[in-house]
């Protein structure tokens, strides 16, 4: 049996199993780029494709150089491999120490052409160049976990590993690699490295799907517990929300009582309904009234949040000319203003046409966002500078009503938490009155009546809040001014007594 010839033969098959595997191993690559082994992995093929192509060409392999480049394509292709291995196992990389490793080969290699060394000792000298790598890939392989690459961890390790009892049988015959005795054994030897090859790339493209599959199970028992974890959370959250509306509410109510009383007496005592007070008792009663009527807004203001995030604010929604609407809301925002030196403007730029149209609101809850707004402007605006209401259209839909102030603004990064119950935009160490839940009232408010809310600000130069308030489909009103229902009064008072 003429040994050169099965070698070709070999080789020959070797090389289109190669040439069909290695696509496979880039497609895994081009789908799976984040496992940074196939990329490595994806370079062995080629080298050992470079190695079987010069290894069959017998012309070429006359000449000892190519002799010596097929050999160290064989190092690096399997250096490839190993740098794969620790990589797929998570181990360090040291690549200086692997550039160093393939150095010393080529070193070796220009000294062995130098003094014309033997067939035997060339071959021994790749074995133990080779037996490194192949030693490291297994060290690598070994780290991983058993449960999750049982069966494809060890089919990869036992071709890789088949290559070293090859190694040891040309140890043992002391590569006498041309002697006719051994001629069979070395035939099923280099084929049993061709075929080892071979399995060797199929047990990477088996490593890699383990890997994804693993990966896939992990991430859906991780989303499972993370699902669990967030239907506790919610349900936790739901119960902590109502509890908190429970006692927000009872509190409210709780307080309520007493301060009115609070608010009744000394209001009697305000008007000398019991004797003439000094001007110090004076001074004493109009802070007990002062301060009971802050608290009293502020109650009001956690009674009506609690009541809106419970579903329990009922919006009647009414057809009322805009004309009227304001002229019902000026008195109630003229005395937010009066108790401090703000001037206060409004500014109608609709013509009398469109100022009399009709709108579809809760004009109750409109007087409640506007004396909001008007509310804050005073209190962030500038002591002595102006507060400007401005009444336009927006569109074919929509009037629009502004309210600015001349004030202190508001930082950009606070913008996205100025709707939000309980945030004061920056401002909770300041001594300005309020808790930050009367601006997500109105958005609340003003959603529920199928309007539209929103500001602008600069920091140091005032801010813009708005509404948009939904027009009548059916009509317009003439500009009347009508004189209101005992229930509207009634309702007026309870808004301008909470503020």
């Known amino acids: 049996m003429n040994l050169f010839i099965d070698i070709n033969t070999l080789t020959s098959i070797s090389t289109v199993f190669y040439i069909i595997l290695m696509p496979l191993l880039f497609v895994f690559w081009k789908h799976n780029k984040d496992i940074e082994a196939i990329k490595w992995w994806c370079i062995y093929p080629i080298f050992r494709i470079l190695n079987s192509i010069i290894s069959s060409d017998s012309q070429l392999y006359d000449e000892e150089a190519w002799i010596y480049a097929s050999n160290l394509a064989v190092i690096i292709s399997d250096s490839f491999l190993m740098i794969g291995c620790l990589k797929f196992s998570k181990r360090k990389v040291n690549y200086y120490y692997i550039a160093a490793f393939i150095g010393l080969f080529i070193i070796t290699c220009i000294v062995q052409y130098n003094v014309d060394t033997l067939l035997a000792e060339r071959a021994k000298s790749v074995v133990l160049f080779d037996m490194v790598t192949i030693a490291i890939s297994i060290y690598a392989l070994l780290h991983l976990e058993d449960k999750k690459y049982a069966l494809e961890k060890y089919f990869t390790l036992f071709w890789i590993s088949f290559q070293l009892w090859t190694f040891a049988f040309w140890f043992y015959i002391d590569f006498d690699l041309l002697n006719s005795a051994y001629a069979l054994w070395l035939n099923f030897s280099l084929a049993g490295v061709y075929i080892s090859h071979i399995f060797i790339i199929g047990g990477l493209i088996i490593l890699t799907t383990a890997m994804r599959k693993n990966q896939l199970i992990e991430e859906n028992e991780n989303h499972q517990k993370l699902e669990a974890n967030l239907t506790i959370a919610l349900r936790d959250a739901q119960i902590a929300n109502e509890e908190k509306i429970d006692f927000l509410t009872n509190m409210s109510h709780e307080l309520r009582t007493p301060l009115n009383a609070i608010l009744g007496f000394s209001e009697s005592l305000k008007f000398d309904y019991y004797g003439t007070l ?133 930082k950009k990064d606070q913008f996205e938490n100025i709707f939000k119950p309980f945030n004061r935009a920056g401002n909770e160490k300041t001594k300005i009155e309020g808790i930050g839940v009367g601006l997500s009232i109105a958005k609340d408010l003003i959603e529920q009546m199928n309007g539209e809310i929103g500001f602008s600000s600069e920091q140091g130069s005032g801010s813009v809040f708005w509404i948009n308030i939904p027009k009548s489909k059916q009509r317009e009103f003439p500009l009347l001014e009508e004189n209101q229902s005992d229930n509207e009064i009634k309702s007026d008072n309870e808004i301008k007594h909470d503020h």
């Open 278 to 410: 000094n001007d110090k008792q004076l001074e004493y009663v109009n802070n007990i009234f002062a301060g009971g009527e802050l608290l009293f807004k502020l109650i009001t203001d956690l009674l009506n949040l609690s009541n809106i995030e419970d579903g329990k604010v009922d919006i009647t929604l009414e057809e009322i000319s805009l004309s009227l609407l304001i002229n019902k809301t000026k008195p109630l925002l003229d005395e937010i203003v009066s108790h401090s030196p703000v001037t206060f403007d409004i500014i109608n730029d609709l013509e009398e046409q469109k100022y009399n149209k009709a709108v579809y609101v809760d004009q109750i809850r409109i007087k409640q966002i506007l004396m909001n707004f008007v509310s804050n402007a005073v209190k962030y605006g500038k002591k002595d500078g102006t507060v400007t209401m401005e009444i336009k259209e927006y569109d074919n839909r929509y009037f629009n009503i502004s309210v600015r102030d001349d004030g202190i603004g508001i």
